[in-house]
């Protein structure tokens, strides 16, 4: 199959709507010069000063598309300013030179003389004086203008694909992020089902099946920029089921959340994840003291409010304040990509534990979202 480019309209490809543009601001020009709309439609349209007007459109029309098709790619976008400025100014001075002979011409068609018509005697002099006054100044407001909209185009334009570019670094950069935490949590969950397989092969089967909602979640419901906040609790409970079953008996665990909640709101997949993760995994191993994992969530009107602490070894180094596993640091920066002035993270750490308090204010999905989540 062939693809054949739509082809433009022939008014839009050949640009011929800069004809009636040039019309009409020189129509607004000498309305503004005569103070008569009417006045001026008369003596455009409906007098021999049409051709005049003629050359006022076509002269100063040459100079803009001279300046902005040879001058500017030439000399200005080299560098070449004193050069670009000096062709710039004698290509102004040419074009109001020409615009003079539509006077003659105005009064020869309408069978008079200069001298009678515009009141200027026919020697260098006058023409002189004529050329600098409202040719010059036609043509250069003209240029002026035309620069004017050719910047302010080509400024819309780089901010137009500066903001797509970095449209498409941060989604790059967020599927990497994603992509390098799921490997990670991944591990962590086939190395405790493989512990329980030795452990226990009944409680291993469970959690067989505990996994694959997990791997459910990861491969069909996190595709999204926002899924329902309910289905991300639901996976950090199955999740901490899982972990329960392959933590040390005498962990004590407590998970409160606050189940009044509006149900339209969303949260980014895995945000809350590899803080319930790192506390499992950096949990204390005491053997005559409590070890403890405690994780409250609640939510206050669209701000979400999670504190998870946990109780750490007094040697234990690993869980920092400045994050050195992986999946931390990822959560970070993604924290940084998605909610730059929706989030706060506090990090705590004392000798006897680890806290972590973060608040993210939540934004709202749409019904439609929610039901396509529901029915994959």
């Known amino acids: 199959m062939t693809f054949t480019p739509m082809r433009q309209n022939w008014f839009i ?118 050329a600098k006054e409202d040719p010059f100044r036609s043509t250069l407001a003209a240029t002026t203008l035309a620069m004017s909209i050719k910047l302010a185009k080509n400024w819309i334009e780089t901010q137009r694909r500066q903001r797509a570019l970095e449209k498409e670094k941060l989604e790059t950069e967020l599927k990497f992020l994603k ?11 086939i190395n405790s089902i493989f512990f329980l397989i030795h452990k226990n092969p009944d409680i291993a089967s469970a959690s067989l099946a505990q996994f694959s909602e997990l791997l459910r979640h990861q491969l069909y419901e996190s595709n999204d920029s926002l899924i329902p906040l309910k289905k991300e609790i639901t996976y950090l409970e199955n999740f901490i089921e899982l972990e329960k079953l392959r933590q040390r008996p005498d962990l004590k665990t407590v998970f409160n959340i606050d189940d009044d909640y509006p149900q339209c709101l969303g949260v980014a997949p895995f945000i809350l994840m590899t803080f319930v993760e790192n506390a499992f995994k950096h949990v204390s191993k005491h053997t005559d003291s409590l070890n403890w994992i405690r994780m409250d969530l609640k939510i206050d009107g669209q701000v979400l409010k999670m504190v998870i602490a946990n109780s750490r070894a007094d040697n234990d180094s690993r869980q920092a304040i400045h994050y050195g596993g992986i999946g931390l640091k990822n959560v970070q920066r993604r924290l940084d990509l998605l909610y730059p002035d929706g989030h706060r993270l506090d990090i705590q750490r004392t000798d006897a534990d680890f806290k972590v308090i973060l608040e993210l204010h939540l934004e709202e999905i749409s019904v439609n979202s929610q039901l396509e989540l529901v029915g994959r």
């Open 13 to 130: 490809r050949y640009k011929l709507y800069h004809i009636p543009f040039w019309m009409l601001y020189d129509y607004l020009l000498w309305a503004l010069k005569v103070d008569s709309a009417t006045d001026a439609v008369r003596h455009i349209f409906l007098s021999v000063y049409f051709i005049k007007c003629f050359f006022y459109v076509i002269f100063p029309a040459f100079a803009v598309y001279f300046n902005l098709y040879f001058l500017v790619p030439r000399y200005l976008a080299t560098g070449r300013y004193i050069t670009y400025l000096a062709y710039l100014f004698l290509t102004i001075i040419i074009a109001s030179i020409f615009i003079v002979p539509g006077y003659y011409l105005t009064a020869w068609y309408a069978g008079s003389s200069v001298e009678k018509t515009f009141g200027f005697t026919t020697n260098f002099k006058s023409l002189y004086e004529l």
């Open 179 to 189: 992509y390098q935490f799921n490997p990670h949590f991944l591990f962590n969950s």
